[in-house]
């Protein structure tokens, strides 16, 4: 089972995944990422912080970017 790393792009800085997740395929990954989004905006809005301008690079074992979840576009319910 594939290896994906989600790492988190802020317009400060960079927070590295260093251990990634298991998961079936590269959908599931996308599907994860946007349930860590979601629930770390709700963490942030708890705190009166707003970070939906950031982003999660789903990365392979090799640091490939495969994809980009925008944090705002997490909002929206998944298709």
Same mark, same amino acid.
Do not use: H
């Given at each position: =089972?594939?290896?994906?790393? !989600?790492?988190?792009?802020?317009? #400060?800085? !960079?927070?590295? *995944?260093?251990?990634? +997740? ?5 959908? *599931? ?6 349930? #860590?989004?979601?629930?770390? =905006? ?7 912080? #707003? ?6 690079? /789903?990365?392979?074992?090799?640091? *490939?970017?495969?994809? +980009?979840?925008? !944090?705002? *576009?997490? /909002?929206?319910?998944?298709?």
């Amino acid at each position: =089972m594939p290896r994906y790393y !989600f790492n988190i792009i802020a317009g #400060d800085g !960079f927070r590295r *995944d260093l251990e990634g +997740t298991e998961l079936p395929s590269l959908e *599931d990954a996308k599907a994860e990422a946007i349930e #860590d989004a979601r629930a770390l =905006m709700s963490d942030a809005i708890l705190l009166g912080q #707003d970070i939906s301008s950031r982003r999660l690079e /789903i990365c392979n074992e090799a640091g *490939d970017v495969l994809l +980009t979840v925008l !944090f705002k *576009d997490a /909002i929206k319910p998944v298709a």
